[in-house]
């Protein structure tokens, strides 16, 4: 049968079991969407539009209905102004490594002279692949090869260029099957040798990333961790990997993580690129420990620090090759527990004093650790989903927030692109529509949002955003950026001046605004039973700026 390319898509789509696609129109794809029965979620800008298909990806990867693909559509061809505008999603998701399906108009062959941005060498410096649909019969082909490279090897973002979505091709020429994804299982003598090591070790510690979480291996740690006795990390974007209750978690950041990463002699990192960024640590006095290096692929082993081992496959194979092999080896006893598990809480106790203090704080300006205390109590920590935003928000809740499942908290961002967390909540609702998803920002990231506000009023979002309005951007306070800066980019006008649950309120969401600590619980537990029933809800906290939170290690400053 001849259809054209719009539907050819369409019907893959479906087939590859994408249960709705993210837009900002206009992309020609779209005409076939609705006629095929794929609903479109409709965000106010183009950016935002990946933004919500990326955090859908990230969200659901690993988990137990299986991981999903987020797709997202958005204008290109010769009128890139979608495009353009996309590209700073895009950048975050291959940043962060994100498996997103980005579809988007080709620029037609002879029409190339026609703007002055180059749509594919923009596209392919943001992305793990980039198709250009030459011929209207080659979109089976592109789009198994679009899934190959999603579902398969390290995550990142894939955009097709689809010039001419009307030209018609024969379906049953080529026909359409879903692409499972293919993982690699490591060599066993690599296993063998890692093992060697490990079981030598006096101090080892495992620093875990997000390929735990891409490979559905969280149970896997656990038992590595069980098994061989030893402290865990997690990166911030592999953030609830690991139980954050369990007694072997030592934590994301803050002093107890520096301690045990400067005492460590061996690191088994899986799943993470061990590349120090701006919000995460490096290895400090790499060359005295032995860096064992579990990754899906090359890119990331002898980067930056001398691997000593290196373990290449899937994440959720080599932990289950880990297992094995230190089983065998020691009859299934494992490595001795020693005190471990209670040098672990001594040093959480130690270093989490200070932030559980201001937990209970009745200080008012409200301080921030005391929403989050609050927040804590109010969900249910193994049925809610709860995210961060770029600055202060960041850096606290990724010092303090316990996360009990993967996804129970996203932490996201190599870099870190203001109002990704509203993108990140209403994924969450997208994706598990039964938990309580909240979005923790400052007045930077809710500027950022402000325009895709009325999406979760149109399209009945139960998300809570919760405002720690403190008037100005916390982490860049005088003295920040040294003499001279200050304070030109650092105070905007604050709850003094501007009532934002007013404005908000005004839109159709609950809003109220709080500055007194006891009212938190109770307005946070309205806000979430108002969510039950599809309405948004916005809360803004009247905070004093208190920037304090865990610090990240070994990065040489
Ligand atoms: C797109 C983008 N531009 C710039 C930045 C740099 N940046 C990081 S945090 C921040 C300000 C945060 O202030 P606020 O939202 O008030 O949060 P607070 O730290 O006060 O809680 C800025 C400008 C960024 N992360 N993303
Ligand atoms: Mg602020």
């Not at 089976?140 to 995550?155: D, V």
């Not at 997000?210 to 069980?226: F, M, N, R, T």
């Not at 620090?305 to 009859?331: F, K, M, N, W």
């Not at 209970?360 to 249910?380: A, W």
Request: a neutral charge.
């Amino acid at each position: 049968m001849t259809i054209d390319v719009a539907t050819g898509i369409s019907r893959i789509l479906k087939q590859e079991g994408v249960g709705w696609v993210s837009t900002f129109p206009v992309c020609r794809v779209n005409n076939a969407l609705g006629r095929e029965g794929v609903p479109m979620l409709m965000m106010r800008d183009d950016r935002y539009a990946v933004a919500v298909a990326d955090a859908f990806s990230r969200i659901t990867a690993g988990s137990q209905g299986g991981s999903k693909i987020g797709v997202a559509t958005f204008q290109g061809g010769v009128n890139a102004a979608g495009m353009q505008y996309a590209y700073a999603g895009m950048a975050q998701a291959y940043e962060d490594g994100s498996p997103v399906l980005c579809i988007t108009d080709g620029v037609p062959a002879g029409a190339s002279g026609n703007s002055q941005y180059d749509v594919a060498s923009a596209m392919k410096t943001v992305s793990k692949w980039f198709g250009y649909l030459d011929k209207p019969e080659r979109t089976p082909e592109l789009m198994r090869r679009a899934f190959t490279m999603l579902r398969s090897g390290r995550p990142g973002p894939v955009v097709l260029a689809i010039p001419n979505a009307t030209a018609t091709y024969d379906e049953t020429a080529d026909p359409y099957r879903p692409v499972k994804g293919w993982k690699s299982a490591p060599d066993l003598a690599d296993v063998r040798a890692a093992v060697d090591q490990l079981l030598q070790a006096r101090n080892p510690l495992i620093y875990a990333g997000e390929g735990v979480i891409y490979a559905g291996a969280s149970l896997d740690l656990k038992a590595l961790a069980e098994l061989v006795n030893a402290p865990v990390i997690t990166t911030l974007k592999a953030k609830g990997a690991f139980p954050e209750d369990h007694p072997l978690f030592v934590g994301v950041r803050g002093d107890q993580v520096a301690h045990y990463l400067n005492q460590s002699d061996l690191i088994l990192a899986i799943g993470t690129s061990l590349s120090p960024g701006r919000f995460s640590h490096g290895i400090p006095d790499p060359a005295t420990k032995t860096i064992i290096h579990c990754n899906i692929d090359e890119l990331h082993i002898n980067k930056m620090y001398p691997t000593a081992h290196a373990v290449i496959g899937d994440a959720r194979l080599t932990l289950q090759a880990l297992c094995r092999e230190v089983s065998d080896r020691t009859s299934g006893a494992g490595r001795a527990a020693g005190d471990v598990a209670a040098e672990v809480r001594a040093a959480r106790d130690t270093a989490l004093a200070r932030y559980r203090q201001v937990m209970n704080s009745d200080e008012t300006p409200i301080n921030p650790y005391r929403v989050y205390g609050d927040l804590m109590e109010v969900l249910d920590l193994k049925k809610s989903f709860v995210t961060h935003e770029s600055g202060n928000t960041r850096d606290q809740l990724s010092t303090v927030f316990d996360t009990l499942i993967p996804r129970g908290f996203l932490g996201w961002g190599n870099v870190s692109t203001l109002g990704f967390s509203l993108a990140a909540a209403i994924a969450a609702k997208k994706a598990f529509p039964e938990r309580a998803s909240v979005a923790v920002t400052g007045e930077a990231g809710l500027g950022y949002m402000l325009g895709n506000l009325e999406v979760l009023l149109r399209e009945k979002l139960g998300v809570t955003v919760v405002h720690i309005s403190n008037g100005g951007f916390a982490g860049y306070g005088p003295g920040f950026w040294g003499p001279g800066h200050d304070p030109f980019t650092h105070r905007v006008l604050g709850p003094d001046e501007v009532d934002m649950s007013k404005v908000i309120g005004a839109l159709g969401f609950h809003t109220e605004r709080v500055s007194e600590p006891a009212a938190i619980i109770p307005a946070l537990r309205r806000a979430l039973e108002i969510n039950n029933s599809g309405r948004p809800a916005y809360i803004e906290f009247i905070c004093c700026q208190y920037p304090v939170y865990g610090q990240w290690v070994g990065r040489g400053e």
